[in-house]
């Protein structure tokens, strides 16, 4: 061996002892220590075991049953992804527990049997911190933030209430509900545990305030208010007392750390109601912000606002990225953000400082009457977007059995750009409301590649008035008022499944369950904590068949004047999207330069593929994962788990899993063997609901 490419041995060791530190186990056992794999949120490892010669020979190492699926009407989901320390894997079941498992086995250790009667929610993962006191699992149950022992899953009852907080307390506002969720873990600071939550979407929203807790007491010891007191900063883009009228723009998304510069990153939602701001003029910080504060205060040392006066629900989907970047001769610390609007903005992370020009371009304005729509708003020249920007006439696909038909509605549309303000004409979204990018994020490997999966299926919507509560009103008009948007004004649902129909409820539900849905929630459904008990039994019985009735009722005061008429997602008559494919793709950019290397399609129809035609990707949920020369995602409806060679993006590997792993994988290494896991949770898209956790790994 040469002597320049020998190291030596104290660098050897040092390197070694490096490894113990950041991870907390021996050099032999690689971590997964947070979500998405680290502070830096980049779904990276550094683990090469797995290479496009050998993967052909992956195979199932573990499987393991979290309990919890509703297999029968398909509506639980796992979204998690686990972390796994010292060889010991911490996740979230479909039924809403954490769990602790061998991760080399699968063999579980413990399971919470939690019955707090809390909001119904779908987890993204748990937060791990360890100290000379002990080791501790943050997880949240709902409004509840528990903190447990990492040995045996007990709540430690010297946190908080006896192992628990209300994360309800410090966000009330006068009107609002109660409904708030735990649903992506936050960030450890020292002894801080840093959180966000997730809030209702409409008039009646808590607020959505980023906030710190003392890691042993659950003491508050910091909050930063996204929706600013009179004569803060801030204050001027919004109303007087916007605190008290408005809520959301909380961060249900998760956030980034840079625990050397002692700075959080956190990205944050639009404010309440999502598609109409006349009660909320102005352009409304730190809403739709990529916010940096510094993580032992709290205190705002930069944001930037990726929309103003947001009217088209396009909240920051995921947690932002923390790469190094050599640009132009010189390394930057920055920081990146995808958006659903399919852009990536990226900065200097010390700094603020865009690393590529920002634009801000004039918009359409006329909206419904009384709205005030932003003139402007923020574009980056670089990176190039990840997805198409317009869908027009020439997007629609020729093949559509239906075509004249969608040419005709399109014709009576509003669409071909960003950003069109909703009014009583259709409005085309494209991408759709949720992406573009959503909540999977991006995976970012160490040359600044970025690998990111998008959608790209139209979405249409439009406002019209909402019935007002007056002293008498109805199950049907309460039907219309809070589930029609979603469920449809015939309770069709959304042709994709996303929002499953309500017809024949009452054969697959009892009205105690239709009563208990509203009530608490379900999935990505939010529970109606601001209706009467009155209201929400005269809408379950509205939805079982019972009847309209006619009862008394208070004109609610936190509603808008408008409603949005739903997320349909736009299909032709043969089920699939009425646009050209891709309709779902994986894309990988350099941000060094800002541009695309390359684009392939994201998942596949069988029925399709089975004609013999390419994949036209789908519709994805979940996130990337990069590791050696592979890049692997699961997210599509096809129950498909694959692999591509992340210089060309060729799909080189992949296998059937029991249900859709609409989540982000995770790898490891325990006695110097790597692992692979992916939640298989399914539930959306029409696809069924399942519990497992699938490991894979290569044969001894």
């Not at 003392?214 to 909050?223: A, I, P, Q, R």
């Not at 801000?360 to 020249?381: I, N």
């Amino acid at each position: 061996m040469s002597k320049s490419n020998t190291i030596p041995p104290v660098y050897q060791i040092a390197t070694l002892l490096a490894l113990v530190t950041y991870y907390g186990c021996s050099p032999t056992d690689v971590s997964w220590p947070e979500y998405n794999g680290g502070p830096e949120r980049n779904h990276h490892s550094e683990l090469t075991q797995f290479t496009k010669e050998n993967i052909n020979r992956l195979e199932k190492a573990w499987e393991y049953s979290s309990g919890g699926a509703d297999t029968t009407k398909n509506q639980t989901q796992i979204q998690c992804n686990p972390i796994i320390i010292d060889g010991v894997l911490y996740g979230v079941s479909a039924g809403s527990q954490a769990f602790a498992l061998d991760a080399a086995t699968g063999k579980e250790l413990w399971k919470t049997r939690f019955t707090d009667k809390t909001f119904s929610m779908t987890s993204r993962g748990v937060t791990y911190q360890s100290d000379e006191t002990g080791k501790r699992i943050f997880f949240g149950y709902g409004h509840l933030l528990y903190c447990l022992d990492a040995n045996t899953g007990k709540p430690i009852s010297s946190f908080g209430d006896n192992g628990k907080i209300d994360l309800k307390q410090g966000l009330e506002r006068p009107t609002a509900d109660d409904y708030v969720v735990y649903n992506t873990p936050g960030v450890i600071f020292e002894n801080l545990l840093i959180t966000g939550a997730r809030v209702q979407e409409n008039s009646a929203a808590l607020l959505g305030d980023v906030r710190a807790f003392d890691v042993h007491t659950g003491e508050l010891t910091w909050t930063f208010k996204t929706i600013p007191e009179n004569g803060e900063f801030g204050s001027d883009t919004w109303p007087p007392n916007a605190r008290q009228n408005t809520g959301g723009a909380n961060s249900w998304m998760g956030m980034a750390i840079d625990r050397e510069n002692e700075i959080v990153y956190v990205p944050t939602g639009s404010a309440a109601f999502d598609f109409y701001g006349g009660d909320r003029a102005g352009d409304n910080l730190f809403a739709n912000c990529l916010l940096a504060l510094n993580a032992r205060t709290g205190e705002r040392l930069w944001h930037f606002q990726t929309m103003h006066h947001d009217i088209w629900d396009r909240d920051l989907p995921a947690p932002p990225n923390l790469i190094k970047l050599e640009k132009d001769g010189q390394q930057i610390l920055a920081v990146a953000q995808i958006t659903k609007q399919g852009y990536v903005f990226v900065f200097n992370r010390l700094t603020g400082e865009p690393v590529f020009p920002i634009e801000e371009r004039s918009m359409l304005t006329a909206g419904m009457p009384g709205e005030q729509v932003s003139p402007t708003q923020p574009f980056p020249t670089l990176p190039e977007p990840f997805t198409r920007q317009s869908f027009t006439s020439a997007d629609v696909r020729t093949d559509a059995p239906d075509r004249e038909e969608i040419l005709r509605q399109l014709g009576e549309a509003k669409t071909g750009q960003a950003y069109i303000p909703l009014t009583e004409q259709r409005t085309i979204f494209f991408p759709g409301t949720d992406g573009g990018g959503q909540w999977g994020g991006a995976a970012i490997d160490l040359d600044g590649i970025m690998y990111v999966p998008a959608k790209e299926v139209p979405v249409y919507s439009s406002l019209i008035n909402a019935p007002q509560q007056q002293v008498l009103t109805s199950s049907s008009t309460l039907y219309q008022i809070h589930c029609s948007s979603c469920h449809g004004n015939d309770m069709s649902g959304d042709h994709s499944g996303a929002y499953p129909s309500l017809k024949d409820f009452n054969k697959r539900r009892t009205a105690d369950e239709a009563y208990s849905i509203i009530e608490r929630g379900r999935g990505m459904m939010p529970a109606f904590t601001q209706l009467s008990n009155e209201e929400k039994q005269a809408i379950a019985d509205y939805v079982m068949g019972i009847g309209d009735v006619t009862l008394t009722a208070s004109t609610d005061s936190r509603s808008s004047p408008y409603k949005h008429t739903g997320y349909n997602r736009w299909y032709a008559e043969d089920g699939y999207p009425v646009n050209t494919p891709p309709w779902g793709t994986l894309t990988a950019i350099d941000l060094a330069s800002g541009k695309r290397k390359w684009q392939v399609p994201l998942g596949e129809f069988p029925t399709l593929s089975e004609q013999g035609l390419p994949p036209t990707g789908t519709d994805n949920y979940g996130g990337p994962l990069v590791t050696g020369d592979l890049i692997f995602i699961a997210a599509t409806p096809d129950q498909k788990f694959r692999a591509f060679d992340k210089l060309t993006g060729e799909l080189v590997w992949e296998t059937n899993l029991p249900a859709a792993g609409y989540a982000s994988p995770s790898t490891y290494s325990v006695n110097g063997k790597q692992y692979l896991v992916i939640a298989c949770g399914g539930g959306k898209l029409r696809s069924r609901s399942g519990d497992r956790y699938v490991a894979f790994a290569l044969p001894d």
